[in-house]
């Protein structure tokens, strides 16, 4: 399974849009958002995407009732912290880099994604991959992203 890995929009509706064609084209099956979308009329960009997308808050995130009210059915809000397994991987993610990393190292997860820092991130604790797809707003950088591919337990980075 293709899993696209995003955070950090920050209300950067274009580049959402951007990323959700791309994971059309790219045939992901599943999309998890780190935190940070902003407000809720992002969240229903997520309707154009044809799989499930998994989401958590982030620490600018605003307007939470709305993003819920309006949120497609395709989506799952976790709140702070969201756990899925998909291809016998489990898999936390969370927005916060500095909860990521102890979550890492209890060896209770196959993968940890997290956002916050803005920056692209990848490293193995144990048996564990903990990274950050870097962000979707172009506040600090290019727009960037990541997908893991389950069958292969391997992360890629990519820039739109």
């Known amino acids: ?9 920050h209300d950067n509706i274009e580049n ?12 992901v099956d599943l999309i998890i958002h780190c935190g940070d979308l902003i407000s809720p009329f ?4 997520f309707s154009k995407f044809g799989g499930e997308v998994h989401l958590v808050w982030g620490n600018n995130d ?7 009210r309006n949120k497609p059915d395709n ?13 016998n991987k489990k898999i ?29 991130f990848k490293e193995k604790m144990g048996k564990t991959i903990v990274a950050n797809p870097g962000e979707l ?3 600090f950088g290019k727009a960037s992203y990541l997908i893991y591919d389950t069958k292969n337990d391997e992360v890629s980075f990519y820039e739109l």
């Open 42 to 45: 992002m969240i229903k960009e």
């Open 137 to 139: 707003a172009e506040v």
């Open 75 to 87: 989506v799952k809000i976790h709140g702070i912290l969201g756990e899925i397994n998909v291809d």
């Open 92 to 120: 936390t993610f969370i927005h916060y880099d500095f909860l990521a990393i102890p979550l890492a190292t209890t060896n209770r997860y196959d993968v940890v994604f997290f956002g916050h820092s803005h920056k692209k």
């Open 16 to 27: 959402l849009r951007k990323v959700i064609e791309t994971a059309n084209n790219k045939n």
């Open 62 to 68: 605003g307007d939470k009732a709305s993003v819920i």
């Open 1 to 9: 399974m293709k899993i696209m890995v995003i955070s950090d929009s």
